[in-house]
C-alpha cells in the first residue's frame, strides 16, 4: 500500500498521483511475478528463508505384519539478507507553476520506471549467472558464440529435456516458461512452431503472464528488454543473450516493505514550501533456490 505524508495537497490528487506511480511501476515488472515468494521468520530481521525438502531416496519392501522404521526427512534452508532501494526528487513550486504540462505527474511516470526498472535489474542480475548453462547451436563455450548463433527450436527443446531429466515442476498450468529478449524472439518467432500469445488468449484457454509473447514446445516466453545480455563476452567481442528457462521454485523473490510512493506537495519540510517531494522505496530479497530448476540457454542474436 502507498504511503503519503500530511501536506496541504488535496487527498484526491494524492491518490491519483499514488495509483499513476503504482501502475507505471508494476506494468513493468516481469521477474517479481516469476518468483516463488519467500518467508520472514518472526523476529528474524531482515532475513528472508525458502524451505526445500529433498526428494527421498526410493525404499525396498516392507515385512509382512511390520513397520517400517521411518527414514525421516532432510531439507535445506536458502535465505538471503532483504536490502532497501529509493530514491527521490525534488521540484521547485516556480518551475512546476511554469511547466506547460503537469510537472508532478511527470516526474511520477519517471519515477515509476526508475522503481520498475531497479527492482527488475536487480534480480535479473542475481539470477544471470543461474541455472544449468546450455550453449546455442552445439558451441562449445560462451567465449565461442558468434551472433549468429541464435536460439533455434532444437535448442528449446534440449532445454526442456535437461528440465524433464532433472524433474523440474512446470512454472504454470503444464508449462515451463522462459525470460526472452526482443532480440532473441525475433530469432525465435521466425519458426512455424512458434504461437503468438494473442492466438490462445482470444481463445480463452488461459490467464497470461505481463510481457508474455508467445508459446514454443511447451514454454511460455515473457519478452523483457531487461533480460542479461552479456557484452564483449563472446566470440571477437560478441554480445552473448541469455534466456532462461525455468520451472517452479527456480529463484526465490520475498518482499519486506511493499514498494510505497510518496508525494509531498508542496513538501512540509519546506518553511516556504518552496518544492515538493516526490520519491519511493522498496524492500526485498533475491535468491537462486535450485539451479537445476532452470536452464541458462545463451546465445547470439540477429542484430
Known amino acids: ?130 541455472g544449468t548453462s546450455l550453449i546455442a547451436s552445439g558451441v562449445a563455450a560462451r567465449n565461442s558464440l558468434v551472433a549468429t548463433n541464435v536460439v533455434t527450436v532444437a535448442d528449446i527443446r534440449k532445454a526442456i529435456k535437461k528440465l524433464n531429466n532433472f524433474a523440474a515442476r512446470e512454472h504454470s498450468k503444464g508449462r515451463f516458461v522462459g525470460t526472452l529478449h526482443p532480440d532473441v524472439k525475433y530469432d525465435l518467432e521466425g519458426d512455424s512452431n512458434w504461437v503468438n500469445a494473442h492466438v490462445y488468449t482470444e481463445k480463452g484457454i488461459d490467464s497470461i503472464y505481463n510481457g508474455e509473447a508467445g508459446e514454443l514446445y511447451g514454454v511460455r516466453f515473457v519478452m523483457t528488454q531487461m533480460a542479461p545480455v552479456l557484452t564483449n563476452s563472446g566470440s571477437g567481442g560478441a554480445e552473448v543473450y541469455q534466456t532462461h528457462i525455468m520451472g517452479k521454485d527456480f529463484f526465490g523473490v520475498s518482499k519486506l516493505q511493499n514498494l510505497n510512493t510518496y508525494v509531498d506537495s508542496p513538501s512540509p519540510r519546506s518553511a516556504l514550501r518552496l518544492y515538493s517531494d516526490i520519491g519511493w522505496k522498496a524492500s526485498f530479497a533475491v535468491r537462486v533456490l535450485n539451479d537445476s530448476f532452470a536452464v541458462r540457454l545463451e546465445s547470439g542474436a540477429t542484430a
Not at 513550486?93 to 535489474?121: F, N, R
Open 1 to 130: 500500500m502507498a504511503v503519503t505524508t500530511t501536506s496541504t495537497m488535496s487527498e484526491p490528487v494524492k491518490a491519483f498521483y499514488e495509483k499513476r506511480f503504482l501502475m507505471r511501476s508494476e506494468e513493468n515488472f516481469i521477474f517479481e511475478g516469476l518468483g516463488t515468494p519467500g518467508k520472514i521468520p518472526a523476529n528474524e530481521g531482515k532475513t528472508v528463508v525458502w524451505n526445500r525438502i529433498t526428494n527421498p531416496a526410493v525404499k525396498a519392501a516392507i515385512t509382512e505384519g511390520t513397520d517400517p522404521t521411518p527414514s525421516g526427512l532432510s531439507a535445506t534452508l536458502i535465505s538471503a539478507t532483504v536490502a532497501q532501494y529509493g530514491n527521490f526528487e525534488q521540484v521547485s513550486d516556480l518551475l512546476e507553476l511554469s511547466s506547460v504540462d503537469t510537472l508532478v505527474k511527470e516526474v511520477v511516470d519517471v519515477l515509476a520506471y526508475e522503481a520498475a526498472k531497479t527492482i527488475d535489474t536487480v534480480i535479473a542480475n542475481t539470477i544471470s549467472g543461474g
